[in-house]
């Protein structure tokens, strides 16, 4: 994965499931492609993993799941779709409807509606391509980000589209344009070029104008006067993401408290894996622990551990498994990528 051009800071996730007896931990970004993986991996001090170690001795492999690396929702996210309760018709690649869930949880939005996620952005433009820039980078405020959103809505509302502010980095579009038109997830296009993971032109005409449109309108924006006066990248335009609608009976049930933890991104994203391997450490002493924890009292815990194209699910089991299943993770190759288990005390 390329370095990007701006250090990527942790973004929002996808609408977390409630609270439940159930803990469900899933490990974004655990497994990658690098020239200096092997080298990474030795460089982890023994014992990083011992808590993930002995967590997995007490767990069974419930779930498997690869695609392709160009799918456009990212295995964390199809994890996250089924914690949710969506079944796999349901959570269909690039239509996972992140958005309608927000949506009814921000705005009390009906769940039939259909909705996207609308990110302001920066395509940092090549000879060949353009490249998208991490939108954490850009540090909008909510004066700006809603000054954005005012200056862009009209063009929208053209196409039947209703802008909702949500965050300074992330707006709620409401249109039925959305409502079956697969998009990629943010994190499949960071830092790469935008062309593969733009919808479909013959089914996303109007968004690919709206694009084009935005670029032009916001060449000359106001706020990007003052962004540039203050040598900061220009917000040219907006990526989509989280289309889709909500199953028509209601919002979908979670099946247990299921939550992404990030903590190994940044340092994916950034090739940088000495802090990859503190990450891995830290995340052992701390979520991973905590949910050690748990299952030594008997309550059953799920750990999600997921690559670029797959990820494994494993539950306990309270008849306990041998040492050795914990090797499964390299063995069965889900992930169709280097693994990052081997069994022994680091990765």
């Not at 815990?301 to 797959?310: D, S």
């Amino acid at each position: 994965m390329p370095a990007l051009p701006t250090p990527p800071t942790i973004r929002p996730d996808p609408p977390q499931a409630s609270p439940s007896p159930t803990q469900h931990l899933i490990i974004a970004f655990a497994v990658c492609i690098s020239a200096d993986w092997l080298a990474a991996m030795k460089a982890l001090p023994p014992g990083t993993t011992r808590n993930t170690q002995t967590l997995l001795r007490g767990m069974m492999r419930v779930r498997s799941d690869m695609q392709e690396a160009s799918s456009l929702s990212p295995p964390h996210e199809r994890a996250l779709a089924l914690a949710h309760g969506l079944t796999p018709a349901q959570a269909a690649n690039g239509m996972m409807a992140w958005a309608a869930l927000d949506a009814q949880a921000r705005l009390g939005a009906d769940g039939g509606k259909a909705w996207a996620w609308i990110t302001p952005c920066h395509w940092s433009m090549g000879r060949e391509h353009a490249t998208l820039t991490d939108p954490a980078a850009l540090a909008l405020d909510e004066n700006a980000s809603r000054t954005l959103m005012a200056a862009m809505q009209p063009y929208f509302a053209t196409d039947g589209i209703t802008l909702h502010y949500a965050a300074p980095d992330r707006w709620l579009a409401e249109g039925e344009m959305f409502r079956a038109l697969p998009t990629a997830s943010l994190d499949r296009v960071l830092g790469r070029n935008v062309d593969p993971w733009l919808p479909d032109a013959r089914s996303a005409r109007t968004v690919r104008r709206l694009q084009n449109e935005m670029q032009m309108l916001l060449y000359t924006h106001p706020v990007n006067d003052e962004r540039a006066a203050r040598r900061q990248l220009p917000v040219n335009s907006f990526w989509l993401s989280g289309t889709g609608a909500l199953p028509p009976s209601a919002a979908p049930a979670p099946q247990g408290q299921a939550r992404v933890t990030r903590a190994l991104a940044q340092a994916v994203f950034n090739d940088d894996w000495a802090a990859y391997a503190q990450a891995w450490a830290a995340l052992d002493a701390g979520d991973v622990a905590r949910l050690l924890t748990r299952q030594n009292a008997g309550e059953t815990v799920r750990l999600t551990i997921c690559g670029e194209r797959g990820f494994e699910t494993w539950a306990s089991s309270r008849q306990g498994l041998l040492a050795k299943t914990a090797g499964l993770l390299v063995s069965s190759g889900v992930f169709g990528l280097k693994p990052i288990w081997n069994g022994r005390e680091q990765l």
